[in-house]
């Protein structure tokens, strides 16, 4: 076995809920089946990982906690308890969501007045009706009219968080798909409704709706594409890829709601689960033979071994950088470069 790297954990990913009402299209919609125990975290589940982390090395070098992983934060009544906890006891640490305007209306004054969080994130992949058909049960216009009702609120109570919108559009998914796995999303191969040639690609259009909204320091970009909801598609897996994920397991814990550690954000369904702090502490699970094995096996490229979802690793990747984005991230390292870069921005 090669010499394990010496574990910082700097990002700590949390599952407030693993329930969600979205149903996206590129969710995959196996995403946590499996967990049989809590779907929303509870207190004392909450507590039990906040206190080994302030009686833990990782107090000091934690960054970042994001509470949505896999689920929508929001169905968890006591999330503005957790928050006001995590920035009493941890005011350094940022705190990331991502917002799913269904259930977070309720909850936006507080988080805004007592500025809980650092970065909202939020999916506005559209603004179109009959693309939003495709793409989500979440309406667009009350996902836009949300982010409105953020940025006054924020305006209200002068707080600090930032924004950030991405945009997933129905006509680069499919592109996307079409050309990675030889096929069309699952979830709409069966909808006659559906029709390749009469989706356009409408990210210009939701941007310029949405950049009056934002402020310094806020940002709209297109989202990256991952393909975890079309692994069905896939005949023969290729398995020549790296896993992504090998730089970042020493610095990332990912906690569903109901104490399970898993080792990947693309894991959807905790196939990858070293163990539950319900067991054994956060530490013993870290350094546990079975996440040592799990890593071991991804870095030696033994997909097969581990079986779903790692035998998808295809699926994982990102897509290259076009030709424009490697132009710009170039641009990017000069300051004449920026310069450039966010004065055309500006003007699209
Ligand atoms: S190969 Fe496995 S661990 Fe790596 S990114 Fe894909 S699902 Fe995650």
Redesign the pocket.
Request: hydrophobic letters at 45%.
């Given at each position: 076995m090669s010499k394990q790297k010496k574990c910082e954990i700097k990002h700590l990913h949390l599952s407030f809920s693993d329930l969600c009402g979205g149903n996206c299209l590129y969710c995959p919609e196996v995403r946590a089946t499996s967990n049989k125990g809590d779907r929303i975290m509870r207190e004392e589940t909450f507590n039990r990982i906040l206190n080994y982390v302030l009686q833990s090395s990782i107090k000091d070098t934690l960054k970042t906690i994001t509470i949505s992983e896999n689920g929508n934060c929001f169905l968890n009544k006591n999330i503005i308890n957790y928050l006001r906890t995590i920035r009493q006891k941890l005011p350094e640490v940022k705190t990331i969501a991502y917002i799913n305007p269904q259930g977070s209306q309720r909850y936006q004054e507080d988080i805004t007045k007592e500025n809980l969080l650092d970065d909202i994130w939020v999916n506005i992949d559209t603004l179109d009706k009959e693309y939003n058909k495709f793409l989500s049960k979440i309406d667009y216009l009350f996902a836009f009219e949300s982010l409105e009702k953020l940025v006054d609120l924020r305006k209200k109570y002068q707080s600090n968080f930032k924004i950030h919108v991405l945009t997933l559009t129905l006509k680069k998914y499919l592109d996307i798909c079409k050309k990675r796995t030889g096929d069309y999303p699952l979830r709409l191969k069966n909808n006659s409704q559906f029709n390749p040639k009469l989706i356009k690609d409408d990210y210009r259009k939701v941007k310029r709706k949405i950049k009056p909204l934002l402020s310094k320091g806020d940002s709209i970009n297109r989202s990256f594409i991952y393909l975890?909801a079309e692994y069905q598609n896939i005949k023969t897996p290729r398995l020549n890829y790296n896993?992504?994920?090998?730089n970042a397991f020493d610095e990332n814990i990912f906690i569903n709601p109901d104490g399970k550690l898993y080792?990947?954000?693309?894991?959807s369904n905790y196939n990858?689960s070293y163990g539950n702090i319900k067991e054994k502490s956060i530490g013993e699970l870290i350094f546990s033979q079975k996440r040592k094995e799990l890593i071991e096996l991804?870095k030696n490229r033994e997909?097969l071994k581990?079986g779903f979802?790692?035998q998808?690793?295809q699926?994982?990747q990102r897509e290259k950088p076009t030709l424009r984005a490697k132009i710009i991230s170039r641009m990017k390292r000069y300051s004449w470069g920026k310069f450039v870069v966010n004065k055309l921005k500006r003007e699209i």
């Open positions: 975890w896993c992504p994920m090998l080792l990947c954000c693309y894991d990858l991804l997909y581990i979802p790692c998808y690793v699926l994982c």
